[in-house]
């Protein structure tokens, strides 16, 4: 639970930051909110402290329980965000000017910092408002980037407030500890689509989410990630570069392609292990009762990328099985040549594909097993990410 100092400025899009307050409320955050008097002309300090459940405070000149309230404040929360962040408050920001309550807290706060500007095109892209966010950055504000389109006043271009979700994404950034700075980390998810014909194709339940929440964890945690993902339906997590892929032979060609650039490999992916041997230029059509189609083994790309592998990387596979759980994942664990494995049981409902639970057991290269009981994936996947910490770098 963060204790968050939540600026309000005077823009149009001050009600955009209720959706904000409220997702953190939520999830139990504690909130402090500050608004300039000139944001309480867009939304009533009273809806800002009913939806954050929380103090809201405009008036600069009292004190709580004996002291001045922009220090009492400041000092009491580990992280600021200000939303949205007006061209006016930024320019008083960037002077160093102190004259509203936000501004004053502003000045004073010296934890984690996040700003979000939004405000209507010309102003935004006016080089002095350009500069004064540049000064801001230099003085330790994250800036979260407007976003493009409509304007509220009609007009078209860069202002907008970002999605809640971003900027939610982006406080939790900042709240977590970066220990995968500087590591580059490749991730492999979802499953792979063999084609039959130009309309059919085989393929498996994996729904991507392991792998995604994989690699949203690791961009939090500060590491540098590329998702080599499958066909699936989730939003790419931000920050995340994501290369889409269809088969099990293309999978192959960008993992290896992108092998020599990461530190940590985590194949999350379900590849085929088998493909059509003939794919078909027109559609098959339904002429007899019977349809036989032959497949043969798709390329292992873990075998594949551990004849290529720098001895600096760290390789880990998943292990997907319905039986002899242990058994088999230590067979795959040496066969493939892997440094770890997850082995998660594919047979049960409530974990592995398409679930947004898993169990798992991290298998260790020096025999070391981990048990991680049924948790959310997203959970899981940090759990993950610490066992590789404390397995691999010595410098993490
Ligand atoms: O995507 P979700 O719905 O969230 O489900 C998650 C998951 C169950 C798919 C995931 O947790 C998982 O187990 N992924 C691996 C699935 C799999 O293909 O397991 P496997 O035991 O068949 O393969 C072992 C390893 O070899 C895997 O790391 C796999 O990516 C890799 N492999 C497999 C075949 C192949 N041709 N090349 C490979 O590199």
Not at 182 to 200: F, N, Q, S
Request: proline residues 4%; aromatic residues 6%.
């Amino acid at each position: 639970m963060a204790k968050i100092l939540f600026g309000v400025s005077g823009g149009i899009a001050a009600y955009k930051s209720l959706e904000v307050v409220s997702a953190l409320r939520k999830r139990g955050e504690e909130l402090k909110i500050v608004m300039t008097e000139e944001a309480t002309k867009f939304v009533a300090p009273l809806t800002f402290s009913v939806v954050g459940k929380c103090p809201v405070y405009v008036e600069p000149f009292q004190s709580i329980e004996g002291s001045v309230i922009h220090t009492t404040i400041s000092q009491w929360a580990e992280i600021m965000v200000i939303a949205p962040l007006t061209a006016n408050t930024a320019a008083k920001m960037a002077c160093g000017i102190a004259d509203n309550l936000l501004t004053m807290s502003a000045l004073a706060f010296n934890g984690l910092k996040i700003a979000s500007p939004s405000m209507n095109v010309r102003m935004y892209e006016n080089p002095i408002t350009l500069e004064n966010i540049e000064k801001l950055k230099k003085n330790g504000w994250h800036i979260v980037e407007p976003e493009s389109g409509h304007l509220a006043d009609g007009e078209y271009g860069k202002g907008r407030y970002p999605k809640a979700e971003l900027l939610i994404f982006e406080i939790d950034r900042m709240l977590t500890p970066h220990d995968y700075e500087k590591k580059k980390v490749l991730i492999t998810a979802g499953p792979t689509r063999e084609a039959i014909d130009p309309v059919r194709y085989v393929t498996n339940r994996s729904s991507g989410k392991m792998g995604y929440e994989l690699a949203r964890a690791a961009y939090l945690r500060g590491a540098d990630v590329k998702l080599i993902s499958g066909p699936v339906n989730i939003d790419a997590p931000y920050g995340v570069e994501v290369l889409n892929v269809e088969s099990a032979e293309d999978m192959k060609r960008a993992v290896l392609k992108n092998a020599k650039w990461a530190d940590i490999v985590i194949m999350a992916a379900a590849v085929a292990d088998y493909r059509p041997a003939h794919i078909s230029t027109s559609k098959i059509k339904k002429t007899s009762d019977e349809l036989n189609i032959k497949l043969v083994k798709t390329d292992d790309i873990l075998k594949e990328l551990s004849k290529i592998r720098l001895s600096s990387q760290f390789i880990v596979g998943f292990a997907a099985e319905t039986d002899d759980l242990l058994r088999n994942a230590q067979k795959k664990l040496k066969e493939k040549n892997l440094d770890m494995i997850i082995a998660n049981d594919v047979s049960r409902k409530d974990i592995g594909f398409d679930s947004n639970y898993n169990e798992v057991k991290i298998l260790c290269k020096d025999g070391e097993i981990i048990s991680l009981q049924r948790n959310e994936k997203r959970l899981i996947a940090h759990n993950i990410l610490d066992t590789i910490k404390s397995q691999s770098f010595k410098e993490f």
